[in-house]
């Protein structure tokens, strides 16, 4: 009989990009996964349960918490990475992008990670991570990007905050903050220009960021941590 807990991730925003790509990095690790977004599609693994739906429902963050203890029984790693990023002057936000925004990267954020730490806590440990973004520290005029600054910086807070509260019950919290990272929200046509705004005259790559999840998933002595991964932006210029 093998007595090896099998640890299970949650991924959030999970169908492609960063998302995507950490679902399978987590499950070359053994881990099993729990994968949300309000596109992803069933999957032929069985150590990935998907769960389609809109994480700023805080129904659809609910069931990704009790479907994923059902299916495996435990949570150990909660990613926080789904998100909603609107570029536009401060004046020109609608009233629907402002609800838009805040239902995904705050109270899905809340939703599901209250539910995750409770389960965490049974356990005696756990792991959230959240992904947020280094326009929180390095804004720039021309990503006028207020409503990003205001949800994802509530992030990084959020982060200090829980890692604080159960620092002393064996569940950890960090965020990571990208830059402008390769995905496919980003046409190839655009890469040049936005390679420019980081110091280190690139880009960052999914992989960039699915690393830096990974280093604080395996650094048990690190909590509160907002590891920025974005080519020197919040360094400055």
Same mark, same amino acid.
């Given at each position: 009989?093998?007595?090896?807990?099998?640890?299970?991730?949650?991924? &959030?925003?999970?169908?492609?990009?960063? #998302?995507?790509?950490?679902?399978?990095?987590?499950?070359?690790?053994?881990?099993?996964?729990? /994968?949300?977004?309000?596109?992803?599609?069933?999957?032929?693994?069985?150590?990935?349960?998907?769960?389609?739906?809109?994480?700023?429902?805080?129904?659809?963050?609910?069931?990704?918490?009790?479907?994923?203890?059902?299916?495996? %029984?435990?949570?150990?790693?909660?990613?926080?990475?789904?998100?909603?990023?609107?570029?536009?002057?401060?004046?020109?936000? &609608?009233?629907?992008?402002?609800?838009?925004?805040?239902? @995904?990267? !705050? &109270?899905?954020?809340?939703?599901?990670?209250?539910?995750?730490?409770?389960?965490?806590?049974?356990? %005696?440990?756990?792991?959230?991570?959240?992904?947020?973004?280094?326009?929180?520290?390095?804004?720039?005029?021309?990503?006028?990007?207020?409503?990003?600054?205001?949800?994802?910086?509530? !992030?990084?807070?959020?982060?200090?905050?829980?890692?604080?509260?159960?620092?002393?019950?064996?569940?950890? /919290?960090?965020? @990571?903050?990208?830059?402008?990272?390769?995905?496919?929200?980003?046409?190839?046509?655009?890469?040049?220009?936005?390679?420019?705004?980081?110091?280190? #005259?690139?880009?960052?790559?999914?992989?960039?960021?699915?690393?830096?999840?990974?280093? !604080?998933?395996?650094?048990?002595?690190?909590?509160?941590?907002?590891?920025?991964?974005? %080519?020197?932006?919040?360094?400055?210029?």
């Amino acid at each position: 009989m093998n007595d090896t807990i099998q640890k299970v991730a949650v991924v &959030t925003g999970a169908s492609q990009g960063i #998302g995507a790509a950490l679902v399978q990095e987590f499950r070359k690790r053994g881990y099993a996964v729990v /994968a949300n977004s309000r596109t992803i599609e069933p999957s032929d693994d069985p150590g990935v349960l998907t769960v389609q739906g809109d994480i700023g429902d805080p129904a659809v963050a609910a069931s990704v918490i009790s479907e994923g203890l059902r299916a495996f %029984g435990r949570i150990d790693t909660l990613v926080n990475n789904a998100g909603i990023f609107i570029a536009k002057p401060f004046t020109d936000y &609608t009233p629907e992008d402002y609800a838009a925004i805040v239902a @995904v990267n !705050l &109270t899905g954020f809340y939703a599901i990670t209250q539910r995750a730490v409770a389960q965490m806590l049974e356990q %005696g440990s756990g792991h959230v991570v959240n992904v947020t973004t280094s326009l929180v520290n390095h804004a720039n005029s021309n990503v006028p990007s207020v409503l990003a600054s205001l949800t994802k910086g509530g !992030l990084d807070s959020a982060t200090k905050s829980l890692a604080i509260e159960y620092a002393g019950r064996g569940i950890r /919290a960090n965020a @990571v903050a990208p830059g402008i990272i390769k995905t496919p929200m980003h046409p190839s046509e655009t890469h040049e220009v936005l390679g420019s705004m980081h110091p280190i #005259g690139r880009m960052g790559e999914i992989d960039d960021i699915v690393r830096g999840v990974l280093y !604080l998933e395996d650094a048990s002595f690190v909590t509160g941590e907002i590891l920025h991964v974005d %080519g020197g932006q919040s360094a400055g210029h």
